[in-house]
């Protein structure tokens, strides 16, 4: 079975602070993915970054960058120079071979941007 | 808006009443998925289509629950004699095997959900 342990409840920034996400994750499939998610108050859950279990290489995409260590089950997400907008919750996900189907999410974090 | 939309938003009901939920996906996208989110909770898959097909369904799916994809494009969900533990958001998602590239997608459109409310 998937499961997807975020630690951290609720996170509060200062605007322009960086700010990292934990995600522990655990899986007995070989071929795997890792996702995270953002939902603003509005509810809808917005895509960020996916990572295929193969490739630990490690990407920045603008303000959003992640860590992926696979020795210790571990896809870190960080925000860097945070912003109001940013202020959400993040969710950390994780589906088998197929990629997308059957997503396990973690219970999230919480994230407070304080102008 | 060309993005997966849910209706309705809002649902409030009495307990032992039936409701239905219904999601139009992105047009060309052919999987649909229900995921339903408890308060502080992360959404708990529940089932999906491919195309007109329930290809899967998850234990959380008990016999009040029934979903269908008539025609491979909206979906809906219904839940017969509603229970106080029905309460939560349920989430549409819908998503393409492949990219127009040939990629493999991994990337799940989610709409804002329908929130219902037992009393």
């Known amino acids: 079975a998937q499961k997807v342990t975020q630690a951290q409840t609720e996170i509060s920034v200062v605007e322009k602070e960086d700010v990292t996400l934990d995600c522990v994750y655990e899986?007995?499939?070989?071929?795997?993915?890792l996702f995270w998610y953002k939902q603003p108050p509005s509810g809808e859950l917005v895509f960020l970054i996916r990572?295929?279990?193969?490739?630990?290489q490690n990407e920045i995409s603008g303000r959003y960058s992640w860590n992926f260590q696979k020795s210790t089950s571990s896809f870190n997400f960080t925000i860097t120079a945070s912003q109001v907008v940013d202020s959400a919750v993040y969710f950390c996900?994780?589906?088998?071979?197929?990629?997308?189907?059957?997503?396990?999410f973690g219970k999230g974090n919480q994230v407070v941007v304080i102008p | 808006d060309t993005g997966v939309s849910q209706d309705p938003r809002h649902k409030i009901t009495k307990r032992g009443q039936n409701v239905t939920f219904r999601c139009d996906p992105i047009s060309e996208h052919n999987r649909l998925y229900w995921y339903r989110q408890t308060l502080g909770q992360g959404p708990e898959f529940l089932t999906y289509?491919?195309?007109?097909?329930?290809?899967?369904k998850s234990r959380l799916l008990s016999d009040r629950f029934s979903a269908e994809r008539p025609k491979g494009s909206f979906s809906t969900l219904e839940i017969q004699r509603t229970e106080q533990g029905d309460s939560a958001m349920y989430l549409c998602?819908?998503?393409?095997?492949?990219?127009?590239?040939?990629?493999?997608?991994?990337?799940?459109?989610f709409g804002e959900g329908s929130r219902l409310t037992v009393l």
């Open positions: 996900a994780l589906s088998g071979s197929e990629g997308n189907n059957r997503l396990a």
């Open positions: 990572r295929n279990s193969f490739d630990e």
């Open positions: 899986t007995r499939d070989t071929t795997y993915y």
């Open positions: 289509f491919q195309n007109e097909a329930q290809l899967e």
């Open positions: 998602a819908s998503s393409s095997r492949r990219t127009s590239g040939g990629a493999l997608s991994g990337e799940l459109f």
